[in-house]
């Protein structure tokens, strides 16, 4: 079979073209995989998994709603279904892992083959171009006889042969390596669909853990790290002489209602990075930045299993609606009486608002009023131009007084601001005593 040397010279061409182009697509494959577009299946799972995602998570949501009104031995079902769905996931994530780790280890070998196969090809196309130069040289054929001339030519025909053959098997390990690199992609948008599976659940297990935990709390609501609960705070009836001394005749309500927005930190934990109350008429401030310390406390403990930031933050918050609920009620039954109280949240304070232009500010106490630990006058002001003229001296000598009176004095709030106006009336009567005796 007779080819002429200029068709010859142009498939080697064709060839040598074709063999730059497919080193440029390994290249490029091998250096910007992340880069490359999805195979028709993929994107295809691209947009079905998602929706397959919400669904699931809908479903999840709607059966975890109704959970608050389970009783305890559907409860212990509940999570044990919760549980089993969350190995299943646990288990076919760590199934999805394995086969991308040997996906990706047959697709980096499948890389090198196919790169020392295009540098192998590249050699035997320059060989075959010197024998064609060898061939063409006039003093070459003069010094060459027919048999020889013959043998050269079957030797060249039996190369360009298995120069064909070793481009199939190029372009068979080229198709490999990208139907490797689109399972690949397919399986990581797989694995990451079900880590994040994963972290829903778990974040599910924790807040019915929490549920468990605390009474009156319910999850109304949770879109990707925020989540929104409803909490419900039982208000104690207040026991004791003193305490129901503070409060009377005022309808209390048995239990107050509030929700709470919690966003999350984007970990796969349940710490608390940021929270609002609605309504915000409880100062919560502090309990957050609180929270966020017990965090990085808790991570140094020794104990197996610390409380989560959320639970600790959501015990102390329902600790402070009580407080902070009851305290308001001693004010209202408080302001019945010839003084006027308003209590100050965010500083836990009291101002009394005396006779005669004069302000006390106290401190609360720490538990009070369900515990019977004494008040503090802080300071005590003159807040118009009638008692502008009561020296410091004196103010701060009935602050001093004050503090020093007997502990049941200092327990009830009506009672100890009739004390330390009693106080304030004596010490300026003394110092207008003194005052007129000097100037005799």
């Given at each position: 079979?007779?080819?002429?040397?200029?068709?010859?010279?142009?498939?080697?061409?064709s060839i040598r073209s074709r063999i730059s182009e497919l080193s440029e697509i390994h290249s490029s494959n091998k250096n910007e995989i992340e880069s490359e577009a999805l195979s028709s299946d993929s994107e295809k799972l691209l947009n079905d998994f998602p929706s397959h995602f919400e669904r699931k998570l809908k479903q999840i949501m709607k059966e975890y709603s109704d959970v608050g009104f389970l009783g305890i031995e559907d409860l212990d079902k509940y999570l044990a279904y919760l549980k089993e769905e969350l190995n299943q996931v646990e288990a076919e994530s760590a199934k999805i892992s394995n086969e991308i780790e040997d996906l990706s280890r047959n697709q980096i070998e499948e890389s090198n083959i196919l790169e020392g196969n295009l540098e192998g090809l590249k050699c035997?196309?320059?060989?075959?171009?010197?024998?064609?130069?060898?061939?063409?040289?006039?003093?070459?054929?003069?010094?060459?006889?027919?048999?020889?001339?013959?043998?050269?030519?079957?030797?060249?025909?039996e190369q360009k042969f298995e120069v064909l053959l070793f481009l199939l098997?190029?372009?068979?390990?080229?198709?490999?390596?990208?139907?490797?690199?689109?399972?690949?992609?397919?399986?990581?948008?797989?694995?990451?669909?079900?880590q994040d599976l994963d972290s829903t659940f778990k974040r599910l297990d924790a807040l019915e853990h929490i549920e468990d935990a605390l009474t009156g709390l319910k999850v109304i609501g949770f879109d990707g790290n925020f989540i929104r609960l409803s909490l419900q705070t039982y208000i104690p009836k207040v026991e004791g002489v003193l305490c129901q001394t503070m409060i009377e005749n005022i309808d209390e309500p048995?239990?107050?209602?509030?929700?709470?927005?919690?966003?999350?930190?984007?970990?796969?934990?349940?710490?608390?990075?940021?929270?609002?109350?609605?309504?915000?008429?409880?100062?919560i401030g502090d309990i957050l930045d609180a929270a966020k310390s017990y965090r990085q406390l808790s991570s140094n403990l020794v104990a197996q299993e610390p409380l989560s930031s959320l639970e600790w933050l959501v015990g102390i918050v329902q600790d402070r609606i009580i407080l902070?609920?009851?305290?308001?009620?001693?004010?209202?039954?408080?302001?019945?009486?010839?003084?006027?109280?308003?209590?100050?949240?965010?500083?836990?304070?009291?101002?009394?608002?005396?006779?005669?232009?004069?302000?006390?500010?106290?401190?609360?106490?720490?538990?009070?009023?369900?515990?019977?630990?004494?008040?503090?006058?802080?300071?005590?002001?003159?807040?118009?131009?009638?008692?502008?003229?009561?020296?410091?001296?004196?103010?701060?000598?009935?602050?001093?007084?004050?503090n020093s009176f007997d502990t049941n004095i200092r327990q009830n709030l009506s009672t100890f601001v009739d004390a330390v106006e009693k106080l304030l009336l004596e010490q300026m009567r003394l110092e207008l005593q003194s005052d007129g005796a000097s100037d005799k």
């Open positions: 079979m007779e080819i002429s040397s200029s068709s010859e010279h142009l498939n080697l061409q035997a196309l320059d060989s075959i171009a010197t024998q064609e130069i060898v061939e063409e040289d006039p003093c070459f054929d003069s010094s060459m006889n027919d048999d020889h001339q013959s043998t050269l030519m079957d030797a060249n025909e098997t190029c372009f068979s390990s080229i198709a490999l390596d990208l139907e490797l690199e689109t399972q690949i992609e397919k399986n990581n948008l797989i694995l990451k669909s079900l048995s239990e107050v209602t509030h929700e709470l927005l919690l966003e999350i930190i984007d970990d796969g934990t349940m710490e608390v990075k940021n929270v609002e109350m609605f309504p915000n008429d409880i100062y902070s609920t009851l305290r308001q009620f001693v004010m209202k039954s408080t302001n019945k009486s010839r003084h006027c109280f308003e209590y100050i949240e965010k500083d836990e304070t009291i101002a009394a608002h005396l006779v005669g232009g004069i302000d006390a500010f106290i401190k609360v106490s720490q538990g009070w009023p369900l515990s019977e630990s004494p008040l503090k006058l802080l300071s005590v002001k003159s807040s118009d131009h009638y008692s502008r003229g009561i020296s410091l001296s004196l103010l701060c000598k009935v602050q001093e007084m004050a």
